[in-house]
Protein backbone atom coordinates (compact mmCIF):
# COMPACT_ATOMS: atom_id res chain seq x y z
CA UNK A 1 0.00 0.00 0.00
CA UNK A 2 2.52 2.26 0.99
CA UNK A 3 4.18 2.37 -2.86
CA UNK A 4 0.44 2.59 -4.30
CA UNK A 5 -0.04 5.76 -2.20
CA UNK A 6 3.74 7.32 -3.01
CA UNK A 7 2.27 6.85 -6.98
CA UNK A 8 -0.81 8.44 -5.82
CA UNK A 9 1.06 11.14 -4.90
CA UNK A 10 3.36 11.67 -7.58
CA UNK A 11 0.22 11.46 -10.38
CA UNK A 12 -1.32 13.84 -8.68
CA UNK A 13 1.56 15.66 -8.66
CA UNK A 14 2.49 15.50 -11.71
CA UNK A 15 -1.02 16.69 -13.28
CA UNK A 16 0.03 20.16 -12.68
CA UNK A 17 -1.11 21.02 -15.88
CA UNK A 18 -4.47 19.71 -15.63
CA UNK A 19 -4.81 21.90 -12.39
CA UNK A 20 -3.88 24.95 -14.21
CA UNK A 21 -5.64 24.86 -17.27
CA UNK A 22 -8.80 23.86 -15.63
CA UNK A 23 -8.44 26.67 -13.38
CA UNK A 24 -8.09 28.85 -15.67
CA UNK A 25 -10.85 28.25 -17.73
CA UNK A 26 -13.07 28.46 -14.48
CA UNK A 27 -11.58 31.92 -13.69
CA UNK A 28 -11.76 33.38 -17.29
CA UNK A 29 -14.54 31.60 -18.78
CA UNK A 30 -17.54 34.44 -19.23
CA UNK A 31 -21.10 34.53 -20.72
CA UNK A 32 -23.43 37.01 -21.49
CA UNK A 33 -27.04 37.42 -22.02
CA UNK A 34 -30.00 36.11 -19.45
CA UNK A 35 -28.73 32.76 -19.11
CA UNK A 36 -25.17 31.50 -18.41
CA UNK A 37 -23.56 28.49 -17.74
CA UNK A 38 -22.02 27.51 -13.92
CA UNK A 39 -18.13 28.52 -14.04
CA UNK A 40 -18.38 25.37 -11.64
CA UNK A 41 -19.12 23.21 -14.43
CA UNK A 42 -15.48 23.58 -16.09
CA UNK A 43 -14.17 22.14 -13.32
CA UNK A 44 -15.42 18.78 -15.44
CA UNK A 45 -12.80 19.65 -17.36
CA UNK A 46 -10.62 18.52 -15.16
CA UNK A 47 -11.83 15.01 -15.26
CA UNK A 48 -11.01 15.11 -19.36
CA UNK A 49 -7.40 16.16 -18.71
CA UNK A 50 -6.27 13.77 -16.55
CA UNK A 51 -6.66 10.61 -17.93
CA UNK A 52 -4.20 12.02 -20.76
CA UNK A 53 -1.58 12.52 -18.43
CA UNK A 54 -1.78 9.41 -16.28
CA UNK A 55 -2.00 7.15 -19.86
CA UNK A 56 0.49 9.34 -21.72
CA UNK A 57 2.95 10.67 -19.72
CA UNK A 58 2.77 8.86 -15.94
CA UNK A 59 2.81 5.63 -17.25
CA UNK A 60 6.43 5.07 -18.72
CA UNK A 61 7.49 7.60 -15.80
CA UNK A 62 7.17 5.22 -13.64
CA UNK A 63 7.74 2.15 -15.11
CA UNK A 64 10.73 3.32 -16.04
CA UNK A 65 11.12 4.14 -11.86
CA UNK A 66 10.75 0.42 -11.57
CA UNK A 67 6.66 0.94 -10.39
CA UNK A 68 4.39 -2.51 -11.02
CA UNK A 69 1.85 -1.95 -13.99
CA UNK A 70 -0.77 -3.07 -10.58
CA UNK A 71 0.84 -0.27 -8.43
CA UNK A 72 0.40 2.14 -11.47
CA UNK A 73 -2.87 0.98 -12.29
CA UNK A 74 -4.11 0.88 -8.68
CA UNK A 75 -3.10 4.14 -7.71
CA UNK A 76 -4.51 5.60 -11.11
CA UNK A 77 -7.90 4.52 -9.39
CA UNK A 78 -7.18 5.86 -6.34
CA UNK A 79 -6.30 9.19 -8.08
CA UNK A 80 -9.31 9.31 -9.84
CA UNK A 81 -11.41 8.39 -7.09
CA UNK A 82 -10.24 11.76 -4.93
CA UNK A 83 -10.40 13.92 -8.29
CA UNK A 84 -13.88 13.02 -8.74
CA UNK A 85 -14.80 13.58 -5.25
CA UNK A 86 -12.81 17.63 -5.21
CA UNK A 87 -14.09 17.91 -8.66
CA UNK A 88 -17.57 17.44 -7.09
CA UNK A 89 -17.50 19.42 -3.88
CA UNK A 90 -15.65 22.22 -6.07
CA UNK A 91 -18.79 22.55 -8.54
CA UNK A 92 -21.17 22.08 -5.71
CA UNK A 93 -19.92 24.58 -3.43
CA UNK A 94 -19.44 27.09 -6.83
CA UNK A 95 -23.52 25.95 -7.09
CA UNK A 96 -24.43 27.04 -3.64
CA UNK A 97 -22.70 30.08 -3.40
CA UNK A 98 -21.49 31.48 -6.18
CA UNK A 99 -23.90 30.38 -8.74
CA UNK A 100 -27.06 32.71 -6.97
CA UNK A 101 -25.02 35.99 -6.94
CA UNK A 102 -24.18 35.64 -10.13
CA UNK A 103 -25.80 38.61 -12.33
CA UNK A 104 -27.39 36.98 -14.94
CA UNK A 105 -31.29 35.77 -14.80
CA UNK A 106 -30.55 32.12 -14.81
CA UNK A 107 -27.79 30.23 -13.88
CA UNK A 108 -27.45 26.52 -15.89
CA UNK A 109 -25.59 24.03 -13.52
CA UNK A 110 -24.88 20.77 -15.23
CA UNK A 111 -26.43 19.32 -11.83
CA UNK A 112 -29.72 20.78 -12.35
CA UNK A 113 -29.88 19.57 -15.76
CA UNK A 114 -29.08 15.91 -14.93
CA UNK A 115 -31.94 16.26 -12.36
CA UNK A 116 -28.87 15.49 -9.58
CA UNK A 117 -30.13 18.32 -7.16
CA UNK A 118 -33.69 17.35 -7.15
CA UNK A 119 -32.58 14.08 -4.36
CA UNK A 120 -30.49 17.37 -2.19
CA UNK A 121 -27.38 18.91 -2.75
CA UNK A 122 -25.46 16.06 -0.87
CA UNK A 123 -27.05 13.30 -2.99
CA UNK A 124 -26.32 15.51 -6.02
CA UNK A 125 -22.64 16.03 -5.20
CA UNK A 126 -22.19 11.95 -4.77
CA UNK A 127 -23.96 11.26 -7.91
CA UNK A 128 -21.83 13.95 -9.34
CA UNK A 129 -18.81 12.04 -8.15
CA UNK A 130 -19.42 8.87 -9.59
CA UNK A 131 -20.24 10.38 -13.00
CA UNK A 132 -17.16 12.01 -12.79
CA UNK A 133 -15.34 8.77 -11.69
CA UNK A 134 -17.09 6.76 -14.39
CA UNK A 135 -16.01 9.09 -17.12
CA UNK A 136 -12.21 9.43 -15.93
CA UNK A 137 -12.02 5.14 -15.70
CA UNK A 138 -13.60 5.04 -19.20
CA UNK A 139 -11.23 7.54 -20.73
CA UNK A 140 -8.25 6.04 -19.43
CA UNK A 141 -9.26 2.20 -19.80
CA UNK A 142 -10.02 3.47 -23.81
CA UNK A 143 -6.86 5.49 -24.08
CA UNK A 144 -4.58 2.65 -22.46
CA UNK A 145 -6.19 0.59 -26.09
CA UNK A 146 -4.83 3.03 -28.24
CA UNK A 147 -2.07 1.66 -29.12
CA UNK A 148 -3.80 -2.14 -29.79
CA UNK A 149 -5.83 -3.20 -32.46
CA UNK A 150 -8.70 -3.38 -29.92
CA UNK A 151 -8.13 0.00 -29.12
CA UNK A 152 -8.95 0.78 -32.90
CA UNK A 153 -11.92 -1.40 -33.41
CA UNK A 154 -13.37 -0.25 -29.79
CA UNK A 155 -13.38 3.30 -31.61
CA UNK A 156 -14.58 2.23 -34.96
CA UNK A 157 -17.48 0.54 -32.58
CA UNK A 158 -18.03 3.98 -30.25
CA UNK A 159 -18.23 5.90 -34.07
CA UNK A 160 -20.54 3.41 -35.65
CA UNK A 161 -22.56 3.53 -32.81
CA UNK A 162 -23.01 7.34 -32.52
CA UNK A 163 -23.29 7.83 -36.54
CA UNK A 164 -25.73 4.72 -37.02
CA UNK A 165 -28.42 5.27 -33.65
CA UNK A 166 -28.11 9.12 -34.06
CA UNK A 167 -30.49 9.05 -37.41
CA UNK A 168 -32.21 5.85 -36.61
CA UNK A 169 -35.32 6.87 -33.96
CA UNK A 170 -35.63 3.31 -32.38
CA UNK A 171 -32.08 2.81 -31.96
CA UNK A 172 -31.48 6.98 -31.24
CA UNK A 173 -34.32 6.19 -28.17
CA UNK A 174 -31.90 3.23 -27.00
CA UNK A 175 -29.21 5.45 -26.86
CA UNK A 176 -30.81 8.33 -25.63
CA UNK A 177 -31.95 5.81 -22.97
CA UNK A 178 -27.91 4.89 -21.66
CA UNK A 179 -27.26 8.15 -21.19
CA UNK A 180 -30.03 9.22 -19.18
CA UNK A 181 -29.17 6.16 -17.17
CA UNK A 182 -25.60 7.33 -16.59
CA UNK A 183 -25.84 11.12 -16.74
CA UNK A 184 -29.67 12.26 -16.74
CA UNK A 185 -30.79 10.25 -13.64
CA UNK A 186 -33.32 11.47 -11.15
CA UNK A 187 -33.23 8.52 -9.80
CA UNK A 188 -29.69 8.70 -7.50
CA UNK A 189 -29.76 5.03 -6.19
CA UNK A 190 -30.18 3.54 -9.70
CA UNK A 191 -27.63 6.45 -10.74
CA UNK A 192 -25.05 5.24 -8.20
CA UNK A 193 -25.40 1.88 -8.70
CA UNK A 194 -25.46 2.15 -12.77
CA UNK A 195 -21.92 4.30 -12.63
CA UNK A 196 -20.46 1.74 -9.73
CA UNK A 197 -20.80 -1.02 -11.76
CA UNK A 198 -19.72 0.32 -15.11
CA UNK A 199 -16.92 1.73 -13.27
CA UNK A 200 -16.04 -1.47 -11.68
CA UNK A 201 -16.25 -3.61 -15.01
CA UNK A 202 -13.79 -0.81 -16.87
CA UNK A 203 -11.72 -1.22 -14.26
CA UNK A 204 -11.35 -4.99 -14.78
CA UNK A 205 -10.99 -4.30 -18.30
CA UNK A 206 -8.23 -1.89 -18.21
CA UNK A 207 -6.45 -4.12 -15.66
CA UNK A 208 -6.49 -6.73 -18.68
CA UNK A 209 -5.36 -4.11 -21.04
CA UNK A 210 -2.65 -2.94 -19.17
CA UNK A 211 -0.88 -6.32 -18.82
CA UNK A 212 -0.74 -6.66 -22.38
CA UNK A 213 0.55 -2.84 -22.18
CA UNK A 214 4.45 -2.30 -23.03
CA UNK A 215 7.06 0.44 -22.58
Known amino acids: MKAIFAIVKRLLASNKISFILTALVVLCATSSGDVVLSNGNYTW ?31 CLISYGLLA ?31 WTENG ?9 FFLLLVM ?33 PLRAILAGFFRMIML ?19 LGGLAVLKRKNL
Open 45 to 75: LLAVLTPFFFVFYDFTKLMHLGASKKDYYFG
Open 85 to 115: FGISLVNTVIHLLIDPRYPARTVINMMDVCK
Open 121 to 129: ILVAGLQQM
Open 137 to 169: VFLHVLLSMQTHWYGWLTDAVLAAIICIFTPIA
Open 185 to 203: NGNAVLHICVCLLLSAALS
